[in-house]
């Protein structure tokens, strides 16, 4: 009779342990399908401008865009925009419209051609948002004015950490990019091993401050 209760208490022993191990791998698994995804500078960079973030992209082309940006070129158009109507046109209107673009040094309208044509199509999206963007006081309306934070992302960011209680602010800055807000915060908090540590994050938003999707930042 001894040896029977043994061998049961072994068995209930055995399956809570199993259970324990089950849950805890469940648990770990949920945690991880909620973290941010980690991205690549280049990735970043094509988030953080509006542009399809699976764009099969090089080194060289990642620098001419930047080359672009840095001279203005499409301060007025913006690169997409300039893509959709350009891929529209016909001589001689396409020839006008690219009169309409202040040029890097070094670079002429036959290169900013070639630059919508093939470098921007892989970039943008097949169509334009038609969605009104909202206006800048609309938009700072959705940022804590205590703060600067964006409630809505600090939210998510809480729900993905062990101990949300340690969450502290550091500073938020956004961008809008016409289609939806690029919105990236600072923030620290505890971590498994007790310390505290400082992440960044990078968020697509749209404008009535929902979180599409969070990055973080490699």
Request: proline letters at 7%; hydrophobic letters at 25%; one cysteine or more.
């Given at each position: 009779m001894k040896q029977i209760l043994i061998f049961l208490i072994a068995i209930i022993s055995f399956s809570c342990n199993q259970n324990e191990q089950q849950n805890k791998k469940e648990e770990a698994s949920?945690?991880?399908?909620?973290?941010?995804?980690?991205?690549?500078?280049?990735?970043?960079f094509l988030i953080k401008n509006g542009f399809k973030e699976d764009a099969d992209i090089s080194e060289v082309q990642i620098e001419e865009i930047k080359e672009f940006l840095e001279a203005g070129t499409f301060d007025e158009i913006p690169i997409c925009q300039a893509f959709y109507d350009f891929s529209k046109m016909k001589e001689p209107e396409a020839s006008a419209y690219l009169k309409k673009f202040k040029l890097p040094k070094g670079k002429d309208r036959d290169i900013l051609s070639?630059?919508?044509?093939?470098?921007?199509?892989?970039?943008?999206?097949?169509?334009?948002?038609?969605?009104?963007?909202?206006?800048?006081?609309?938009?700072?309306?959705?940022?804590?004015?205590?703060?600067?934070?964006?409630?809505?992302l600090v939210q998510e960011i809480k729900k993905q950490m062990k101990y949300p209680d340690s969450f502290e602010h550091i500073e938020t800055s956004y961008s809008n990019i016409k289609s939806k807000l690029i919105v990236e915060m600072k923030y620290s908090g505890i971590n498994s091993f007790n310390t505290r540590v400082i992440q960044e994050v990078t968020a697509t938003v749209d404008f009535d401050g929902n979180v599409i999707r969070i990055y973080k930042n490699e």
């Open positions: 949920e945690q991880k399908n909620n973290e941010p995804e980690t991205v690549n500078s280049v990735k970043l070639v630059f919508l044509n093939f470098t921007a199509r892989k970039l943008c999206f097949q169509y334009p948002t038609t969605k009104k963007p909202k206006t800048k006081e609309e938009i700072e309306s959705l940022f804590s004015s205590y703060n600067g934070s964006l409630p809505s």
